[in-house]
C-alpha cells in the first residue's frame, strides 16, 4: 500500500513484535493532505476554554505505558518515549509521548497503549462528546498521516464480551495474525466471526507542525465492514484502549499530548470536532 501525504512492549503474555491485519490500512487511502503547515511556536491554549475534559493520560512522568511494533524491515524503527517539551510548557505541560517511525517497507509501524485497560470496567466516557488530544509532527518532517484507533468492550478482549479465537498467530501455518492490539485476528481474506474481538474503530488523522487540539467525536470513528462490526458505534461507557498506527514507507516522529475525552460546556456552541 502506498504511504499517505509525502509533504514539501506492552509486557506479558502479548508480543512486542507483532503482524499488522493489511485491511486495517486500507483507512489510509481516505484523503491526503497536499502538505503540512510549517511549525510555529505559538499555541493558542483558549481553544480549551469552551469544552470540559476528562483527563485520561497526561503523558507525564518517567515512562509511557505504551509499546511499539513494526514489519520486520531492516533497519526499521518504531520508538516510544516520553519527552520533555524543548520549547517549554505547552499549555501547563512540560512533557509529551513521543512516537518515532522510520524505515518500515512492508506494512508500516503502530503503537499501543496498556493503561486504560488497568481499569477492570475500561474508562467510562458516557456523557463526553469524543477524544481530544494535542499533536503535532516535527523531527524527520516527511509523513502526516496516521489512524487513531480505540477499542471499546464489544472490541477488546479484556472486555469479557466478544470472542477470543483459541488459535496461537505464531506457528508458521497459523491463519491467523495479531492486529494493532495484540488481539488474534484472521490473515489474508479470511473473515473473523460475528463475534470475535479485534474489529477496532478507527480515524484517519494528519499531524500539523504546530501543536493542534484534535477534537473526534465517537461518531466519526469508523469499523471495518467485517462480521464483527458493531452496528451502534463505540461503547463510550467501557473504552479499553488506544492505538496509533502508521503506513510503511513512513518518515514520522508524533508528539501527543493530554489524551482525553472532552465535551462543550453548556452555554457554548462551536463545531463538532476538528479531526
Known amino acids: 500500500m502506498a504511504p499517505l501525504c509525502i509533504s514539501p512492549g506492552r509486557e506479558g503474555n502479548r508480543p512486542k513484535t507483532q503482524r499488522l491485519a493489511p485491511a486495517s490500512l ?20 483558549s481553544l ?25 524491515t531492516p533497519g526499521g524503527e518504531a520508538l516510544v518515549e516520553l519527552r520533555p517539551i524543548p520549547e517549554g510548557p505547552r499549555c501547563g505541560s512540560t512533557t509529551a509521548l513521543v512516537l518515532t517511525v522510520r524505515g518500515h517497507t512492508d ?6 497503549e496498556y493503561q486504560t485497560a488497568m481499569a477492570l470496567e475500561g474508562v467510562d466516557a458516557s456523557g463526553y462528546e469524543g477524544i481530544s488530544f494535542w499533536a503535532r509532527a516535527t523531527g524527520f518532517g516527511v509523513s502526516s498521516g496516521f489512524v487513531f ?82 452496528a451502534t458505534g463505540i461503547d463510550p ?29 453548556p452555554a457554548t456552541g462551536g463545531d463538532a470536532g476538528t479531526p
Open 26 to 45: 486500507a483507512l489510509f487511502l481516505l484523503g491526503c493532505s497536499s502538505g503540512v503547515p510549517a511549525r510555529t511556536l505559538e499555541v493558542d491554549c
Open 48 to 72: 480549551n476554554d469552551d469544552y470540559e475534559f476528562m483527563s485520561l493520560q497526561p503523558m507525564e512522568g518517567a515512562t509511557a505505558p505504551w509499546f511499539a511494533f513494526g514489519d520486520a
Open 107 to 112: 506494512w508500516g509501524a503502530g503503537f499501543g
Open 149 to 230: 484507533g480505540i477499542n471499546d468492550r464489544n472490541t477488546s478482549e479484556d472486555g469479557n464480551v466478544c470472542t477470543v479465537p483459541v488459535v496461537d498467530p505464531t506457528t508458521p501455518d497459523s491463519d491467523y495474525i495479531y492486529n494493532q492490539a495484540g488481539m488474534a485476528v484472521p490473515a489474508g481474506g479470511a473473515l473473523p466471526g460475528p463475534d470475535d474481538c479485534g474489529n477496532g474503530f478507527s480515524r484517519v488523522m494528519t499531524a500539523h507542525r504546530e501543536w493542534y487540539l484534535h477534537r473526534v467525536p465517537f461518531a466519526m470513528f469508523r469499523q471495518l465492514a467485517q462480521p464483527n462490526r458493531e
Open 237 to 265: 461507557s467501557g473504552i479499553f484502549q488506544f492505538t496509533v498506527n502508521v503506513p510503511k514507507d513512513s518518515n514520522l516522529e508524533l508528539w501527543i499530548d493530554d489524551l482525553g475525552a472532552y465535551r462543550r460546556r
